[in-house]
């Protein structure tokens, strides 16, 4: 298994090697074989240094274009393509295969684009900035990976800081795309009668898992503060009872605070977002004793734990805090949470290929099933 301090190595140390691929792509002679996978952030970077063909993307829709380029589907690609995959977030390696489904077409992962030219392509932000964090705070990464309860949390560290310090989305060979185990690991210990908080509730999607998986739960807080999202989670979650829907954001006070409220799953706290949002703290807002906390709120999951303080100090619930938004989230939550609580057993799991979706779990000792 490899350890923290030695994927930092790694990354360090890794060899130049030439990449005949990549010359190849970024010759003239490759004039009307660009294309790249995905359209996101990283497509746009690529596309704003060297000229493209096309886009690939498989969800869609026929004859669209994006940033004016034409958009095909992976079995319009021609044979001879040579094709820079920028997916990232949730499916890179599953993308990947599918690429590798066209024989005669190159494909070239975007971290080897930006490793062998980095003058010319600028590496991702989140690894910029995890290069940036965990080289500033090794000893604390250290610390963290050595203080987690079991060996599929730290091997689950090493692979995503390496995917994290990398981009190369080949270290993640081993993971899948798995929402329906979110949340819901058998090490939590949950039952019959538990109080929960959906922090982040979106549509209802974990809440009604929620209802599904523990029949017999005392009451569900749901927190939601889009409009739009809350009416679906209302709709979604009509045949079920004991749910308080409340229409604010969770934070360490309450006020108001600017919102992006157009981005599906993604909404967040914004400086600046299109609409303002009240918010209020989970030990202001409810008084019942809580069992299990979930938190998945865009990056804004600290200042929602500082203001659930007293509920975690006096409650003990069991935790499952999304810590991918940006890399010091691991470090900073983590911290936070322990300094509150020093017995709480610590457990990290991830469910995507990619960057997105991993959670970090703390769990009451006298609570935890093995």
């Known amino acids: 298994m490899l350890s923290v301090e030695k994927v930092l190595d790694e990354w360090n140390c890794a060899p130049q090697q030439r990449h005949e691929t990549i010359d190849e792509f970024v010759s003239d002679s490759a004039i009307g074989r660009r294309y790249l996978l995905g359209r996101n952030e990283h497509s ?7 000229e493209i063909d096309s886009v690939i ?12 380029k034409p958009v095909l589907k992976t079995e319009e690609v021609p044979g001879n393509a040579i094709i820079v995959n920028c997916s990232m977030c949730t499916g890179p390696v599953s993308a990947g295969r599918r690429l590798e ?35 500033n705070n090794l000893s ?10 079991d060996d599929e949390s730290r091997r689950t560290l090493d692979d995503l800081l390496y995917f994290r310090l990398t981009g190369d989305y080949r270290s993640m060979q081993l993971y899948s795309v ?21 922090a982040g509730g979106y549509d209802g999607d974990t ?16 927190f939601e503060p889009s409009a739009k999202n809350l009416a679906k989670a209302h709709s979604r979650l009509q045949r079920f009872g004991d749910i308080t829907f409340i229409g604010e954001g969770l934070s360490d006070q309450k006020g108001i605070l600017s919102f992006n409220a157009d981005a599906g799953s993604a909404c967040a706290v914004d400086k ?6 009240q918010v209020t703290t989970l030990d202001e807002r409810v008084e019942e004793k809580v069992t299990f906390i979930k938190m998945d709120l865009e990056g804004w999951e600290l200042h929602a734990l500082r203001g659930a303080r007293q509920h975690i100090l006096e409650d003990r619930p069991s935790l499952a805090i999304a810590v991918y938004h940006q890399a010091a989230d691991f470090r900073k939550t983590f911290e936070y949470v322990t300094a509150l609580c020093s017995d709480y057993r610590v457990y990290l799991r991830h469910y ?6 991993t959670v970090m779990y703390f769990v009451p000792a006298n609570k935890e099933i093995v």
């Not at 746009?44 to 060297?50: D, K, L």
């Not at 489904?101 to 995890?130: H, K, M, W």
């Not at 250290?142 to 203080?147: H, T, V, Y």
């Open 57 to 68: 993307d498989d969800f869609a829709e026929t004859g669209v274009e994006w940033n004016g």
């Open 207 to 222: 809440t009604e898992q929620i209802c599904k998986r523990y029949p017999r739960y005392k009451h569900v807080y749901l």
């Open 272 to 277: 600046d977002g299109s609409c303002q949002i």
């Open 101 to 135: 489904d066209l024989e005669t077409a190159i494909t070239i992962p975007l971290a080897d684009l930006c490793s062998y030219l980095p003058g010319r392509f600028r590496i991702p932000e989140f690894v910029r900035l995890t290069r940036e964090e965990v080289t």
């Open 140 to 149: 604390a990464w250290i610390n963290m990976s050595e203080a987690f309860a």
């Open 178 to 198: 798995r929402p329906q185990d979110q949340y819901f690991e058998t090490f939590l210990g949950l039952s019959e009668g538990d109080v929960f908080v959906d």
């Open 44 to 50: 746009t970077a690529v596309m704003q240094t060297i």
């Open 352 to 357: 995507t290929e990619g960057w997105s979706e």
